[in-house]
């Protein structure tokens, strides 16, 4: 049976927000591959709001995923994301080693904090088994805060020069992920910096700064470069589509005057990711 890419997105379901699967699935769906959820909770809205309903899946991820392993589905990529608990690590390793073949890949997003604080449904045993993860990444999509934190480091008081962001990504890529951008870098007042390491060869990708941080940037970016890397995008080109896009989105939530916890607005933009390269 011919059949479309198809892609595994772990990740929470939150209703108000635009982050995660509400985020992801229309993304790669836009990029023309088949995505499947595959939920880790249930929020009313993300954990960057004052208030939120959280309902932790964990219980019931196994049974849900057994569906897949009897009907013997096939996965080109899978991708991670939130995870609510420390089992639902090892749930997620179980799957990767249930679906992942040879010529699927395997993109792990570390949402585990920022701005060098951990998110509040983030415990210290969860860090842990989130150092577990990164070792069946092919891909990995960590900001500073995640990448200081899986690596034992304290968050820098300054912005680490690129000898140090090499030296900390090739340090990550030995434990398993041979591509890893390091996201949103704020290097000055109008730049940000997304840091890539891929296959032992560093870039710098600057962006314009465009107001302040806005939560879901990372999600918008780990669907676009998982989208494109599976179309056959090389990882530097998938990251620049991802950030590109990204921009876009941000620079319409400053006209609209968004509040930054509401997400990035990706919706009428959704077209321009159909496009060929
Ligand atoms: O965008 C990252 C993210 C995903 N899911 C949930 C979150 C956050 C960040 O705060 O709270 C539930």
Redesign the pocket.
Known sequence: MKRQKRIALI??I?GF?R??IAVMAPIVSAMKIQSVVIPT?I?ST???FPI?Y?DDYTSKMNDYIQTYKDLNLEFDAIAT??LGSREQVDIVVDFIQNFKRKDSFVLVDP?MG?HGRL?T?YTKEMCEKMKELICYADILTPNLTELVTLLDKEYPSYIPALEELEKMCEELSLKGPHHIVVTGIPVNDKQILNFIYSEGKSQALYVDRLGEDR?????VIAAIIAGAYLNGYCFYDAVKKATDFASLCIAHCEELELPHYY?LCFEEYLYKLGEEK
């Open positions: 990740n929470d939150t927000g982050c995660s909770a929020l993300h954990t960057q939120y959280f994301g939130f949402v920022d998110y449904t939560s879901g940037t990372g999600d997400g």
